[in-house]
């Protein structure tokens, strides 16, 4: 079981540190995504991460904003979220697929994962 935490209302141009955490099965060997979904549109990728936690992927809205990386000690993940806009305004999913690499030009292919958490909610005021 996965879950997202962190999530919150904050203004425009602020941050939160979004969390995932693993219960039940170890993180260590897992491609760790986040996903988000705003109203009226599509789940799209955000970030990615190997599970060495090298490797990081981000979509080119996000870039320069967001930063991925993984404590696998703790069995958590990590999303921080600066220079937040209205427009990361959704919910943020995290999804685990089981492998150590990103899979090139497929890094936020829904189907690939087999674990989701709950979601977490994050809106951005202007």
């Known amino acids: 079981q996965l879950q997202a935490s962190g999530g919150g209302l904050v203004q425009a141009g602020g941050s939160l540190r979004l969390s995932c955490a693993a219960s039940?099965?170890?993180?260590?060997?897992?491609?760790i995504t986040w996903f988000r979904q705003a109203p009226g549109r599509e789940r799209e990728g955000v970030s990615s991460i190997s599970s060495s936690g090298g490797s990081p992927h981000y979509a080119n809205s996000v870039k320069g904003r967001f930063t991925i990386s993984r404590d696998n000690a703790r069995n958590t993940v990590y999303l921080q979220m600066n220079s937040l806009k209205p427009e990361d305004t959704a919910g943020y999913y995290c999804?685990?697929?089981?492998?150590?690499?990103?899979?090139?030009?497929?890094?936020?292919?829904?189907?690939?994962?087999?674990?989701w958490g709950q979601g977490t909610q994050v809106t951005v005021s202007s």
């Open positions: 039940g099965f170890t993180l260590e060997y897992y491609v």
């Open positions: 999804a685990a697929r089981r492998g150590y690499r990103l899979i090139a030009g497929r890094w936020a292919d829904e189907k690939l994962y087999e674990h």
